[in-house]
């Protein structure tokens, strides 16, 4: 049995797995058609109805998993999908970053967003199934992810990150640069182009590879932290992607934001280490569930209240 097992059963379900992946492929698809259709930048106000509605539809979900499964299974689904929408705000910084980088366009933004969110759903799927099968196999790799977490979390803490880091440089975009023959301007909303007779990449692809391999970094951080609230393989899985598929009209939301938010990343650090140091002591000592979820969003409501009251005031105009 798993250190986090606390007596719930684990969700056997092959029609509950067909029908949730089932729906999010739909619910990808129309959202691509969306974005493919899409000729200008996305409106705060379109951004915000589509933000309600990923939200929305999470709680939906997890309301239907706790009327046919379980005050348990509900809690653990509410938990995790929490923690990892905390999370996933980090996602946000480095998009920010990746389009000031490379110069994106605000009517390409939407588009690369969709596709980087798309890799990230693929992405964390299979590395939920290894990360399970460890879990259930390797009682001890419960305690190996929660001191790389920690660490994680000492690192996020002490890191000075400012939005003038260029994801252009990053190695992986420079072996595909030395590789792949790149055009030099964002000329439409394509990742190819066909030019002397020869398959040309545009910056776009460069930054849809950066945002990728971005988020492979913050999957092996963040995907190891749900396993302190779950190890069912369902719940970790729908609650991550639950909480990733709406990363790309939130963006649009909260971007602005962002740069304000001085003690967002502190907060997550502070997330971060109490996932992990439960994690490593949940051999002899168990946190209820309840008490994680309280102690998650107390710190994340925290952080973000500092930010506000720190924001600076707008100028007045004329100064």
């Avoid at 994106?104 to 967003?113: D, M, S």
């Avoid at 290894?130 to 009682?139: A, I, M, Y």
């Avoid at 002490?158 to 640069?177: D, H, N």
């Avoid at 740069?259 to 946190?287: C, E, N, T």
Wanted: glycine content about 8%; proline content about 4%; overall charge positive.
């Amino acid at each position: 049995m798993s250190p986090f097992d606390r007596g719930a059963a684990n969700i056997q379900s092959p029609a509950l797995w067909l029908g949730f992946t089932g729906a999010v492929l739909v619910l990808v698809a129309v959202d691509l058609r969306i974005a493919a259709r899409r000729d200008g930048p996305q409106s705060l106000r379109n951004a915000t109805a589509w933000s309600v509605f990923w939200i929305a539809l999470s709680l939906l979900f997890g309301g239907y998993l706790w009327r046919h499964y379980g005050r348990e299974q509900g809690l653990e689904f509410f938990a995790g999908y929490l923690l990892e929408k905390a999370l996933s705000v980090d996602n946000l910084f480095v998009f920010l970053l990746i389009f000031r980088s490379f110069a994106v366009p605000a009517e390409h933004q939407h588009r690369l967003l969709f596709w980087g969110v798309f890799g990230a759903v693929v992405l964390r799927g299979a590395l939920i199934g290894v990360g399970v099968e460890l879990v259930h196999h390797f009682h001890v790799v419960v305690m190996i992810f929660g001191v790389v977490i920690v660490v994680t979390a000492l690192r996020l803490a002490f890191r000075k990150e400012e939005l003038q880091e260029a994801p252009a440089t990053g190695f992986i975009v420079r072996f595909v640069r030395r590789h792949v023959p790149v055009t030099s301007l964002i000329e439409g909303p394509g990742f190819f182009t066909r030019l002397d007779g020869r398959t040309w990449a545009t910056p776009l692809f460069l930054a849809l590879i950066a945002a990728e391999s971005a988020d492979l970094v913050f999957a092996l951080d963040s995907i190891p932290a749900v396993f302190a609230v779950t190890d069912d393989s369902f719940l970790v899985f729908s609650s991550n992607i639950c909480a990733v598929l709406g990363l790309r009209a939130l963006f649009f939301v909260v971007s602005g934001a962002l740069v304000r938010a001085r003690y967002l990343k502190p907060g997550l650090s502070a997330i971060l280490l109490f996932v992990g140091v439960k994690m490593v002591i949940a051999r002899w000592a168990q946190i209820p569930l309840v008490a994680s979820i309280g102690v998650i969003s107390l710190i994340l409501a925290v952080a973000l209240f500092a930010s506000w009251l720190k924001a600076p005031s707008p100028r007045p105009s004329g100064s």
